[in-house]
């Protein structure tokens, strides 16, 4: 079946205007999460979704990102007010909820967007 | 807080030989589960294993296996019979496990890039 999608792959903007990046998850996978990686970093935490619901949004760096999800598929993550710190690629991510005593509900990961802020 | 720590520098390793990449972390949660991915130069992030920290026996997962050191918080990742195609860089990463089957955020370590000469 189809994996995580992301949109759009890459998003070349100015300094100070808002951009949406879109995830779509793995059909029926009730997590959605979204990570922010820079150049030759590991992988940051931003946001957690549980449904529609964020349990977990302790990784937003500033109140210039939020996120929601609707329908408990597609996620947006909207940085406002962009900032050339904010250059990066965000990475989404999706996994199942098993009630299985094994489970460890691996996180499927999206291509990325390439966020580049002039 | 969690916190994963990968310190090597740059890995090389000869075509066909095995290879250790080293992953500590720390953790004051009492479950958790230990994961290892792979970036190549693509830019997607690949699943390669999953550890669990009641898990009595090491995982294993074709040419992949982690050698875990509960005590000693030590969850290194040993890929036998290397090819090239395994060159990329490696991610050690980890999260709690509130209880079975319940989701939450992955931390991540900075990665170590692995190089296969022929």
């Known amino acids: 079946g189809a994996g995580v999608s992301q949109s759009p792959s890459n998003k070349v903007t100015e300094k100070g205007k808002d951009v949406e990046l879109r995830c779509d998850p793995i059909?029926?996978?009730?997590?959605l999460y979204w990570y922010r990686q820079s150049l030759g970093q590991g992988l940051e935490f931003l946001i957690y979704f549980q449904g529609n619901s964020a349990p977990d949004k302790s990784g937003l760096p500033s109140d210039r990102f939020s996120a929601e999800r609707t329908g408990g598929s597609v996620s947006t993550l909207t940085i406002q007010r962009t900032q050339q710190e904010d250059s990066a690629v965000y990475l989404c991510a999706s996994s199942s909820t098993s009630g299985g005593q094994s489970s460890y509900n691996e996180q499927f990961f999206g291509p990325g967007t390439r966020l580049t802020v002039l | 807080a969690q916190k994963i720590t990968q310190t090597q520098p740059g890995m090389f390793v000869q075509e066909k030989e095995a290879v250790t990449l080293d992953c500590t972390y720390d953790t004051s949660d009492p479950s958790y589960g230990l994961f290892w991915y792979k970036q190549p130069s693509s830019g997607e992030m690949i699943f390669l294993i999953y550890?669990?920290?009641?898990?009595?026996q090491n995982a294993t997962e074709g040419r992949y296996s982690l050698n875990f050191q509960k005590a000693r918080k030590s969850a290194n990742l040993v890929i036998s019979a290397s090819q090239l195609g395994d060159s990329a860089m490696y991610f050690c990463?980890?999260?709690?496990?509130?209880?079975?089957?319940?989701?939450?955020?992955?931390?991540f370590g900075k990665g170590i890039t692995l190089s296969v000469r022929p």
């Open positions: 550890q669990g920290s009641y898990d009595q």
């Open positions: 059909s029926g996978h009730t997590a």
């Open positions: 990463a980890m999260r709690e496990i509130i209880r079975a089957g319940a989701n939450s955020k992955l931390t």
